[in-house]
């Protein structure tokens, strides 16, 4: 009996410590993930020019389309899953002035994203994932080169030092898309800004 | 026995141990980041608040009065005739805007037979004066507001009294003003 207690103990300690085993195996990779910028910002237009308050179609609503939308270029390891977190205002404020808690000094806003993982050739807004959004946040998972129709392959070796990534790198494409209600606004420039953070899972 | 029973136990601990030590390996791999790249991109709008409604009023009616006998054509000229038509349109101060209407209109006689046949000139100013006016034809040129918002339009042009016989006649001039 005491064997039996003693060998089932041995097994829980065990399973417990590699439970919380972080062995930092990959602390000797390098493996790095880019997110490069599109140019300029997500700007809302009417005609190419400014947006009319009380205006537009709909509930005075403008949009950027995805065939218009800005894009980021997520540059990593074509074998890897990137996670994008996104953190989207709700408004954008008359000169960015964020105490405003008037509807006439702040511009609802509703962001869409979606992503391209076809490879650097291949992305397009047409061949993009629209991204489940929650309010104008969003967390998604995505390979940064698609796997057609197959399983994930086994993990990789660690990078050793003779591992060159720019051999099995890829480009992903980022969307961000959306709409405003230009209602009974005052006028002037109204910016906010969206937060992008993305890692390798 | 004893011994036996001990040694089969740490033998699964180790191989156990070593399993999950590689799922943790694993895991580790993908996780790992050695810089988590954090952006902003700046979204924005421009606002120009919407442009008043365009209100035209009539300050001045077509005055026929006081014609000579007889007289079977009458020529306004918009520019310098007392008889013209006066409009004040009223809008977005500095808003370019253009105007078109319909050049000729048949007014008839209410109380009976008869029609007058009007064929319309327009002129328009930024200020109130007549003189000074710019004629323009169905379609005007891209016109402004002055900073008050205001534009005058004076409304001339050729009657024709050929068939009208006495009465009272009544008619309207169309004119389209809208922003561009």
């Known amino acids: ?201 | 026995m004893f011994v036996f029973k001990n040694a089969i136990g740490l033998s699964l601990q180790c191989i156990l141990a070593i399993s999950l030590v590689v799922v943790c390996n694993v895991t580790n791999v993908f996780s790992q980041n050695n810089e988590i790249p954090t952006v902003t991109v700046s979204v924005s709008a421009v606002i120009e608040e919407s442009a008043p409604e365009i209100e035209v009023i009539t300050v001045q009616t077509f005055n026929l009065r006081e014609l000579e006998p007889g007289q079977q054509i009458v020529d306004i000229d918009p520019i310098s005739s007392f008889r013209t038509g006066k409009l004040l349109a009223s809008g977005q101060p500095g808003a370019s805007f253009r105007i078109s209407y319909l050049p000729t209109r048949e007014l008839v006689n209410i109380e009976g037979t008869g029609m007058i046949f009007f064929e319309y000139q327009v002129t328009g100013n930024q200020i109130d004066e007549q003189d000074a006016s710019e004629p323009f034809d169905t379609e005007s040129p891209v016109l402004e507001f002055n900073t008050d918002g205001q534009y005058y339009i004076w409304v001339g042009g050729r009657v024709n009294l050929e068939n009208a016989t006495p009465g009272t006649y009544q008619g309207e001039f169309t004119l389209e003003i809208e922003y561009i």
């Open chain 1, 1 to 201: 009996m005491w064997q039996k207690t003693l060998l089932t103990l041995f097994l829980l300690v065990a399973a417990e410590q590699l439970y919380c085993q972080e062995i930092e195996f990959g602390g000797y990779g390098s493996y790095t993930i880019e997110l490069n910028l599109g140019a300029g910002d997500m700007e809302f237009f009417h005609n190419g020019g400014p947006v009319i308050s009380n205006s537009g179609n709909g509930a005075y609503q403008y949009t950027v389309d995805i065939s218009e939308a800005y894009e980021l270029d997520i540059v990593g390891v074509k074998y890897l899953d990137a996670v994008v977190q996104i953190e989207g205002p709700d408004y954008l404020y008359l000169d960015g002035d964020t105490n405003c808690a008037s509807d006439t000094c702040r511009i609802p806003l509703t962001l869409q994203a979606a992503y391209s993982n076809s490879g650097l050739l291949n992305n397009s807004p047409g061949n993009s994932t629209q991204i489940a959004m929650n309010g104008n946040d969003a967390t998604v998972r995505f390979p940064i080169l698609a796997r057609q129709f197959t399983p994930p392959g086994p993990p990789p070796p660690p990078p050793t030092e003779a591992f060159d990534q720019s051999l099995v790198e890829e480009t992903a494409v980022l969307y961000l898309y959306g709409s405003i209600e230009a209602g009974n606004l005052d006028a002037g420039s109204y910016f906010n800004y969206i937060t992008i953070t993305i890692s390798y899972e």
